[in-house]
C-alpha cells in the first residue's frame, strides 16, 4: 500500500516539511527497489535553486530488504527506521573514483547528526554514560556503545533520460526499538536498550528523517561546491568519529580476500590503510571491517 500527499504528511509531517517528496508503504519489498524504478523512470526533478533534490522512501515493513553485498536486513513494523534517500548528483563527481568513497561516509555523518540533534530534541540520554557515543564504522555502519545500531547501503543508478547527472540512493536502516532477542547478529544493538525518553517508534523516525534529509543537503551541497578540493575537513570530522581507527581488524574485501592488521588511517580518497604485523601498509578501499576481538561474537 503507498501513500502519497496528504496521508504522506500525516505520517511523516517534519520529513514532508523539509524533503521534496516523500512516499510511504507499510509493506514493500525493499525501499531500494522503488528508489531504483524511481530514478531509471527519470521520476526525481531537480530542484531550481541548484541544491540535491532529495526524495525519502519510508517503509514500515520490508520483505525482501538488502543490506550490504546482498545480506538480508530483517524488519518488523515498528521497530526499525527503513528509508531510502534518493538525490541527484553530477556525474562528473559520482563517477570519480578519487571521490565517491566519500559519499556513504557522509551519509553516515548526516545520521549520525540526526540521531543526535534527536535525542537533544526529545530530551534523551544515554543509559550507559560515555560508552553510548555514537561512531561510524568504516565504511558504512552506524555504531552505538560498540555495537551495529544502523548501516547504510549506497548504490549509483544511471537515468536513462540525463546525461550529466546519476541517481544514487542512500539506503539507511536504523534499529529504534528491535528487542534483543530477535536481532540478527550478537554484535547488533537497538536504540532503547541506550537512551531514555524516546518517543514512539513513528514519531522517532519522522525526526531522525527529517533530520537526515536537511543535513544530507547540506552536505552534498558542500561536497559539491568545493570539489575536487572537499576533503581535509571530511578528513578531520571522520577522524574524531571514527569507530574503525586503532583497531585490529580483519578487512575482507570484495575481491574475497582477508587482510588482518591495525587500522591506522582514512585516506583523502576515503580508504582505509591496514598496517600487517610485518609493517607492511595495505590500503583497502571497499570491504567489510571487522574488529579482530569482535569477531568471535559473530554467528558461524
Known amino acids: 500500500m503507498t501513500i502519497f500527499s496528504s496521508q504522506?504528511?500525516?505520517?511523516?509531517?517534519?520529513?514532508?516539511?523539509?524533503?521534496?517528496?516523500?512516499?510511504?508503504f507499510a509493506i514493500t519489498d525493499s525501499t531500494q527497489n522503488i528508489a531504483r524504478e524511481m530514478i531509471q523512470k527519470g521520476e526525481i526533478i531537480a530542484?531550481?535553486?541548484?541544491?540535491?533534490?532529495i526524495v525519502a522512501i519510508v517503509a514500515d515493513e520490508q520483505?525482501?530488504?538488502?543490506?550490504?553485498?546482498?545480506?538480508?536486513?530483517?524488519?518488523?513494523?515498528?521497530?526499525?527506521?527503513?528509508?531510502?534517500?534518493?538525490?541527484?548528483?553530477?556525474?562528473?563527481i559520482v563517477m570519480d573514483a578519487s571521490h565517491n568513497g566519500w559519499l556513504p561516509i557522509i551519509a553516515g555523518l548526516a545520521a549520525r547528526d540526526a540521531l543526535l540533534e534527536t535525542f537533544k530534541e526529545c530530551g534523551s540520554s544515554p543509559?550507559?554514560?560515555?560508552?553510548?557515543?555514537?561512531?561510524?564504522?568504516?565504511?558504512?555502519?552506524?555504531?552505538?556503545?560498540?555495537?551495529?545500531?544502523?548501516?547504510i547501503l549506497t548504490e549509483i543508478v544511471a537515468d536513462p533520460s540525463k546525461d550529466n547527472v546519476v541517481g544514487v540512493i542512500f539506503g539507511i536502516g536504523l534499529n529504534l526499538c528491535v528487542p534483543q532477542e530477535v536481532l540478527p547478529i550478537k554484535m547488533a544493538t537497538s536504540?532503547?536498550?541506550?537512551?531514555?525518553?524516546?518517543?514512539?517508534?513513528?514519531?522517532l523516525r519522522?525526526?531522525?528523517?527529517?533530520?537526515?534529509v536537511t543535513g544530507l543537503r547540506t552536505r552534498l551541497c558542500d561536497f559539491m561546491r568545493d570539489y575536487p578540493s572537499n576533503t581535509a575537513d571530511l578528513l578531520k570530522e571522520v577522524n574524531g568519529v571514527c569507530w574503525t581507527l586503532g583497531r585490529e581488524v580483519n578487512v575482507h574485501p570484495v575481491d574475497g580476500s582477508v587482510v588482518t592488521g591495525t587500522a591506522v588511517r582514512l585516506?583523502?580518497?576515503?580508504?582505509?590503510?591496514?598496517?600487517?604485523?610485518?609493517?607492511?601498509?595495505?590500503?583497502v578501499k571497499s570491504g567489510d571491517v571487522?574488529?579482530?576481538?569482535?569477531?568471535?561474537?559473530?554467528?558461524?
Open 267 to 283: 585516506g583523502e580518497d576515503a580508504s582505509l590503510t591496514i598496517r600487517e604485523e610485518s609493517g607492511e601498509e595495505i590500503v
Open 63 to 92: 520483505t525482501a530488504g538488502r543490506g550490504r553485498l546482498g545480506r538480508a536486513w530483517v524488519s518488523r513494523p515498528g521497530e526499525s527506521f527503513l528509508v531510502s534517500f534518493v538525490t541527484l548528483l553530477p556525474k562528473s
Open 191 to 203: 536504540l532503547q536498550m541506550h537512551m531514555t525518553d524516546l518517543p514512539e517508534s513513528k514519531e
Open 8 to 24: 504522506s504528511v500525516a505520517l511523516m509531517p517534519q520529513t514532508s516539511e523539509v524533503a521534496d517528496l516523500v512516499k510511504y
Open 206 to 212: 519522522d525526526a531522525i528523517a527529517a533530520k537526515i
Open 127 to 151: 543509559i550507559h554514560g560515555d560508552a553510548c557515543a555514537i561512531k561510524l564504522k568504516w565504511p558504512n555502519d552506524v555504531f552505538l556503545h560498540d555495537c551495529k545500531e544502523g548501516g
Open 290 to 300: 571487522h574488529a579482530v576481538a569482535y569477531e568471535a561474537r559473530r554467528p558461524a
Open 47 to 53: 530542484r531550481d535553486d541548484g541544491k540535491p533534490a
